[in-house]
């Protein structure tokens, strides 16, 4: 029996119509959210005349970053708000659930000029203690010198 034809032909087009809208709406959704993704915590960094850190470093994952202010709070990039203070045992969990998780992740610790060395000290033994093997120091790039204290 043959087919019969009302008229009807094949449409070998697709509607990019809604395709659109969507791209549309997450575009919108990229560029409102990405200033609230800027990490940090307003820290006073030393100078240092130290060489960048090497790209490839980071390239393969988003470093792990603990601020430490001039009042001694800790703060972390990773799990949470990363301007909400934490403290010392709150941190070194969600160190070590990033460490687990991404065992090569980079590890950064970012802390104000004005704090003591002990407090450095404790912050990288917390480190340690949460599986990180390797700890970079972050520092404000330029004179030799060692900041006056205030």
Do not use: C, W
């Not at 959704?29 to 990405?34: D, E, G, R």
């Not at 045992?89 to 998780?101: F, I, K």
């Not at 000029?113 to 480190?127: E, N, P, Q, T």
């Not at 700890?135 to 006056?148: E, I, L, N």
């Amino acid at each position: 029996m043959p087919q019969l034809s009302r008229g009807r032909r094949l449409m070998g087009e697709i509607n990019v119509v809604p395709y659109i809208d969507v791209m549309l709406v997450l575009l919108i959704i990229f560029m409102v959210t990405a200033p609230l993704l800027q990490e940090g915590v307003k820290v006073q960094l030393p100078s240092a005349p130290a060489r960048p850190l090497d790209a490839d470093l980071t390239k393969n994952s988003h470093p792990l970053v603990l601020s430490i202010d001039s009042e001694d709070r800790l703060y972390l990039n990773v799990g949470g708000n990363p301007k909400e203070a934490l403290d010392e045992t709150t941190a070194e969990v969600r160190v070590a659930a990033a460490l687990q998780r991404d065992p090569g992740r980079p590890v950064l610790l970012k802390a104000d000029y004005r704090i003591s060395y002990g407090d450095v000290m404790s912050a990288m033994v917390m480190l340690q203690r949460a599986g990180a093997q390797k700890v970079g120091f972050v520092s404000q790039p330029g004179a030799t010198g060692r900041p006056k204290r205030r």
